[in-house]
């Protein structure tokens, strides 16, 4: 668990972006400190208006890029500006508001609050499905909080569901330390079974996404899993399968429960049975005994497999674990590796969403986005913004068909489509 300063300068609007991060912060099991000096990671949401107002967003990078052990940068000065913090020679992780929270774990798994409660937010519901893991990763200090995986029953859960939808849920998280071993503790890992009674057994229109699973989990159900996915249209195609390294090396020594050709065969998968789905992974960079030819590894896994939506983060050691007694690597190196990788990431994701523009796409309406936008989820998860949403009539919860007409890297513009009359119907005179 992570200490994190964060620090928010602009509109409203940025201030509702913070509200959120530190809200998937919080639920992670991460804390708030009162200054940069105690924290693990600093968070600067930044604001972009006026010229003077950059020049303090720098200046003040710079201070706390010297105050704390690691800096993100996020907000509409990082999204628009981003070179102009990497030409200072500041380091800091630029990323997009959504991509903090996971940036911030260190590849840690997801731990949330004491209870394991469903929580419907906006038309959101949150549904953890279990608690705690069954794997002991050298680096990861959240298996000290959350224990091995504790499972209620499939019975329980898709109750659990069918409230949140009758509250008014169209987006159900499915969320645990690792869905992919639930169940597990009982016997049998129960994933699909879950999945497939929310999609056959609850009435309504709504939609659901599975929250991170690791790879050693998903490979012996990955062929009943995919299967699930490809029957049911309530499902997202989307899957959440940290890989962390592209060298066996390392995933041995991060006592990961997985090799990289299980993960091949996870994706291979996923490919045979989706024709369009977002595969989302993580990658540790500068692990201790992480080589030249491991990072190339990685690299190379990156650039064949083409993740949709890829989380980088340096190792930082975490007190308590096995990884923190070891002999880190040089923060110049992991810079320039996190560098590497980021870059190569930007290129395959904005990729992806240049390949979107011209199609159209069915989405779900989730949250007010800014000014007078929306944000939208596709199938496959994708992340769509919807401009000048009041004259569309468009609000979350919403369901449409929208055209999308560009992108910006990580994630794309849409216009709604007119709905075309049936032509079996009869018109009036």
């Known amino acids: 668990m992570a200490r994190y300063h964060i620090e928010t300068y602009g509109c409203t609007s940025n201030r509702g972006e913070s509200r959120a991060i530190e809200s998937a912060l919080r639920d992670a099991g991460h804390y708030r400190v009162d200054g940069p000096e105690e924290a693990d990671v600093a968070i600067m949401n930044t604001c972009t208006v006026v010229e003077k107002t950059e020049r303090n967003m720098l200046r003040r990078a710079k201070e706390l890029e010297s105050e704390t052990a690691d800096l993100i940068i996020t907000g509409c000065m990082a999204l628009a500006q981003g070179n102009d913090f990497r030409e200072e020679g500041i380091d800091a992780q630029i990323l997009h508001w959504d991509d903090v929270p996971t940036a911030v774990t260190n590849g840690e798994c997801p731990t949330p609050g004491p209870g394991v409660e469903p929580v419907l937010d906006g038309v959101v519901g949150i549904l953890p499905i279990a608690r705690g893991c069954m794997s002991n990763c050298s680096y990861c200090i959240t298996k000290f909080a959350t224990g091995r995986v504790d499972s209620p029953s499939v019975d329980e859960n898709v109750e659990k569901a069918r409230a949140l939808v009758h509250a008014g849920a169209k987006e159900l998280r499915i969320t645990g330390q690792d869905t992919g071993v639930y169940g597990w503790d009982k016997g049998d890992r129960k994933l699909p079974e879950l999945l497939d009674r929310i999609c056959t057994e609850i009435d309504g229109e709504f939609r659901v996404r599975v929250g991170m699973a ?6 012996g159900i990955r062929e009943e899993l995919a299967g699930v996915f ?12 940290p890989v962390q390294s592209g060298s066996d090396e390392v995933l041995e020594h991060m006592r990961r429960q997985h090799r990289v050709d299980k993960f091949r065969e996870i994706v291979e998968t996923f490919d045979r049975e989706l024709a369009y789905w977002t595969l989302s992974t993580d990658f540790i960079v500068g692990y201790p005994t992480e080589t030249d030819e491991d990072h190339e590894r990685s690299m ?11 989380n980088v983060t340096r190792f930082s050691k975490r007190p308590g674990t096995d990884a923190a007694d070891l002999k880190g690597l040089g923060g110049t190196l992991k810079k320039e590796r996190s560098k590497e990788m980021s870059e190569a990431k930007m290129d395959i994701v904005a990729a992806a969403y240049d390949e979107m523009v011209g199609t159209e796409r069915e989405v779900l309406v989730v949250e007010e986005g800014t000014g007078d936008s929306v944000k939208c989820r596709d199938e496959a998860y994708r992340q769509i913004i919807v401009q000048n949403a009041t004259e569309h009539g468009l609000e979350p919860g919403d369901f449409a068909r929208v055209k999308v007409t560009a992108h910006q890297t990580v994630y794309a513009f849409a216009e709604p489509v007119e709905a075309q009359p049936d032509p079996r119907e009869p018109t009036a005179a």
């Open 214 to 219: 690791n790879p050693g989990g998903v490979h």
């Open 230 to 241: 490809a029957e049911h249209d309530k499902l997202y195609n989307f899957i959440h399968a």
């Open 300 to 310: 190379e896994l990156l650039r064949e497999i083409r993740p949709e939506k890829v």
